[in-house]
């Protein structure tokens, strides 16, 4: 079971809204702006997004850039395509619903709990809602990308990373093989 943080204020400089993933010029940060700036003070699952820019238009230009040419890129193009058309109005809807996508495609049974009450540790499992902190130390081994000819192999990139270039079979015994760690 995976367990999602339900009740944390929204973190400044966190995945929570950005991404990365592999473009021709090296790592690309992908960020949803949220409504309201960064300063303000809200429940992550209450914080809504800013469509002041059309972001999505941006992000799907820079993933099909991308990963146009990556090996199973034409076999999620047009789905894609029309996903990054939605406009919800909260980050944790767009969040939960690219995740559940994510496990959907790479045939991933796992069951997404929420928490009740914010907790500052968990007892068991892996704590991730801190990942960018030093103290959470997360290494995955290689796979192909379609840059690491010119950049070498970069960690820590979008699920789309990882699907778009290895598939779904691969993609799920990969992860399946990290978890067994």
């Known amino acids: 079971m995976v367990l999602l943080e339900n009740c944390e204020h929204f973190v400044k400089s966190s995945t929570r809204n950005r991404t990365s993933i592999y473009s021709a010029n090296g790592k690309q940060l992908l960020t949803v702006p949220v409504a309201g700036g960064r300063s303000h003070k809200q429940l992550y699952a209450q914080t809504p997004i ?36 939605q406009r919800p109005v909260l980050l944790w809807d767009w969040n939960i619903f690219w995740t559940k996508w994510l496990l959907k495609k790479l045939n991933l049974q796992t069951t997404i709990g929420l928490t009740e009450k914010f907790e500052v540790t968990y007892g068991t499992g892996i ?42 079979q691969q993609a799920r015994k990969y992860l399946i093989s990290q978890g067994s760690r």
């Open 50 to 85: 800013s469509y002041q820019t059309d972001w999505p238009k941006q992000h799907w230009f820079s993933i099909k850039s991308a990963y146009g040419k990556a090996p199973f890129f034409e076999f999620y193009e047009l789905e894609l395509e029309t996903l990054f058309a």
């Open 127 to 168: 704590d991730l809602r801190d990942y960018n902190k030093k103290e959470v130390n997360l290494v995955l081994p290689p796979y192909y990308q379609c840059f690491s000819d010119r950049f070498g192999f970069l960690p820590d990139l979008s699920g789309l990373d990882l699907l778009l270039n290895i598939g779904p």
